[in-house]
């Protein structure tokens, strides 16, 4: 029910003349050019930039949830970027015929142009696709191309066809070791399917990072996705678990996105990273200046959630054997 505000008893003149009274629902951010820029440099931390540890070994993570527009993508590119902008060397591997990853790390990736889909069809190496982030000293990038499209199809009636990249993921991680160039992070950004491509990412990672959007049909289908999980780690690849799962999309306001995460937490307890991305106007308009949120606005709050989240996962000890990660 809603009830009459009180009558007025006396008029109520500003504090100051600073103080308008003028109610402040806009951030300032969304005022000017100028107030925006000013307000993301305020918000950016000062000091010379912090160094995260490298982990021993090479981490592969598959990006993986056959939900399409759950954050699969946006989640890849800024946790690596932000990797990467703390001395941590990363690879981004795009899976998905969409190129969306591609995109937003202003990789080339037109039709013909060397991609994924010439190491996965035609054994290519995956050095011959290889290109560094111009805007991310430390981040590279194989994009994917719309021939990809055809590569599930084309895949079935190959030799080894569920593990073709990893085999070329091996050749390049150690190519690059002894280069001294070695990788930290491989992340593989997967279409919204489990089919041949997304297998593929399965068998050559060793761990899975699950974004899970905290909507009311979040969790429907992710029983079927631990259980593909389990499948391959039985039959293709025995080191593979999830290690990771990350929430996004969170909307603070709802009380259905704190019950979503609620449960997701009580359900698969400390993979869940403790930051939640939240929805950000910034992260969504980010790829369409093929930039990732964190040089297209470092001082917002999703660039800054996501600086966390990849700060939690570098410094995660994940224990081969369980797959489990521990803080
Ligand atoms: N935290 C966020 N806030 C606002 N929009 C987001 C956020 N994360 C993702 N999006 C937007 O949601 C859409 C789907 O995200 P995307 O990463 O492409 O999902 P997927 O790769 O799983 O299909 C995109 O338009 C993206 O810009
Ligand atoms: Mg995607």
Redesign the pocket.
């Known amino acids: 029910m809603i009830e009459d505000p009180p009558a007025p008893t006396e008029m109520v003149y500003p504090l100051s003349p600073t103080d308008s009274g003028v109610s402040r629902e806009t951030t300032p951010e969304d005022e000017t050019p100028i107030a925006a820029a000013a307000a993301a440099a305020a918000r950016i931390p000062r000091g010379p930039t912090e160094m995260w540890p490298r982990p021993v070994s090479t981490r592969v993570l598959t990006v993986a949830?056959q939900?399409?527009?759950?954050?699969?993508?946006?989640?890849t590119v800024n946790i690596a970027a932000a990797l990467a902008l703390h001395g941590i060397r990363v690879l981004v591997i795009d899976l998905?015929p969409q190129g969306?990853a591609s995109t937003a790390l202003a990789v080339p990736h037109h039709a013909g142009e060397p991609s994924v889909y010439e190491v996965l069809v035609n054994g290519q190496p995956l050095v011959s696709a290889l290109h560094e982030v111009e805007a991310v000293p430390g981040l590279a990038c194989i994009p994917a191309t719309i021939d990809l499209a055809g590569a599930e199809i084309e895949l079935v009636s190959l030799v080894a066809r569920e593990s073709r990249l990893q085999r070329a993921l091996t050749v390049l991680l150690q190519e690059a070791e002894a280069a001294g160039q070695r990788f930290d992070f491989v992340l593989i950004?997967c279409p919204?399917s489990l089919g041949l491509l997304t297998i593929n990412a399965f068998v050559a990672a060793s761990e899975v990072l699950i974004?899970i959007q905290c909507e009311y049909y979040a969790l429907e289908g992710l029983g079927q996705l631990v259980r593909n999980v389990e499948l391959i780690q039985s039959h293709l690849n025995p080191d593979l678990a999830v290690s990771t799962i990350l929430l996004?999309?969170y909307d603070g306001r709802t009380r259905l996105a704190a019950q979503v995460a609620d449960e997701v937490r009580e359900h698969f307890g400390s993979v869940v990273l403790a930051t939640a991305?939240?929805?950000?106007?910034r992260?969504?308009e980010a790829?369409s200046y093929s930039q990732t949120v964190l040089t297209y606005d470092p001082g917002s709050s999703?660039a800054l959630s996501y600086l966390e989240a990849a700060r939690e996962m570098a410094h995660r000890v994940v224990s081969p054997a369980e797959g489990g990660a521990t803080a």
Do not use: H
């Open positions: 949830n939900k399409g527009g759950v954050g699969k993508t946006t989640s998905d969306n950004d919204p974004p996004t999309m991305i939240p929805r950000s106007v992260v969504s790829p999703g």
